[in-house]
């Protein structure tokens, strides 16, 4: 089975532009975790897609929004970009339906750079 | 507000050996999730351990397990017998109730290095 695929992997960007982030879940998975991961502050959890559904949502400004396709593909877009957005994206899915299960297997990554 | 607390940025242990991993996390969940994963330098996050705040037994998982001090509010992880292959980020991460959203909450992350 394939794993948790992300594209792009890498991505620069310059401040005020706006990018769109994709994961595709293992098949099967029905259940989709953002979160961003910087040096200063850490992995922090942005929200979860579950059939098509936002079910959980970090603190993160509304600049940060995402949507799950019935596919179960996930993208997650960012607007008006700041420099502190540079940072490793990961996307993690799930087969199961409780919320936040532990069973997650996360993807690679994107790394966003923002001049 | 939920807190993770890793008080340790950098552990060294020697190949073989037993290492442990601090954990200390701040809820006023009644009913909450405890999970360990590991990053290597690939920067993939790969989960090893989970407990539920009603579990009485700690968990293990291998050469992994869950030291789970309830009234502490402690959850540390003890590797077994490390290896070369466990150099990498470890996060304590807790799954909690804030705001009427469920939400995961990661520690700064521990860095441990396995020496030959």
């Known amino acids: 089975k394939a794993g948790v695929t992300q594209t792009p992997r890498y991505l620069i960007k310059t401040r005020g532009q706006q990018v769109t982030l994709s994961c595709s879940p293992i098949s099967g998975h029905r259940s989709v975790s953002w979160y961003q991961q910087t040096p200063g502050q850490g992995l922090q959890f942005l929200f979860e897609?579950?059939?098509?559904?936002?079910?959980n949502k970090g603190n993160f400004p509304g600049r940060f929004s995402g949507r799950q396709f019935s596919n179960s593909r996930s993208e997650m877009n960012v607007s008006t970009l700041e420099l502190g957005d540079s940072a490793l994206y990961l996307c993690?899915?799930?087969?199961?339906?409780?919320?936040?299960?532990?069973?997650?297997?996360f993807g690679p990554g994107t790394r966003l750079t923002v001049t | 507000a939920q807190k993770i607390t890793q008080t340790q940025p950098g552990m060294f242990v020697q190949e073989k050996e037993a290492v442990t991993l601090d954990c200390t996390y701040d809820t006023s969940d009644q009913s909450y999730g405890l999970f360990w994963y590991k990053q290597p330098s690939s920067g993939e996050m790969i989960f090893l351990i989970y407990q539920g705040s009603y579990d009485e037994q700690n968990a293990t998982e291998g050469r992994y397990s869950l030291n789970f001090q309830k009234a502490r509010k402690s959850a540390n992880l003890v590797i077994s017998a490390s290896q070369l292959g466990d150099s990498a980020m470890y996060f304590c991460?807790?799954?909690?109730?804030?705001?009427?959203?469920?939400?995961?909450?990661f520690g700064k992350g521990t860095k441990l290095t396995v020496n030959p």
């Open positions: 993690a899915s799930s087969p199961s339906g409780i919320t936040l299960s532990y069973e997650q297997y």
């Open positions: 897609y579950f059939s098509e559904t936002q079910r």
């Open positions: 991460a807790m799954r909690g109730t804030q705001g009427g959203s469920e939400k995961l909450v």
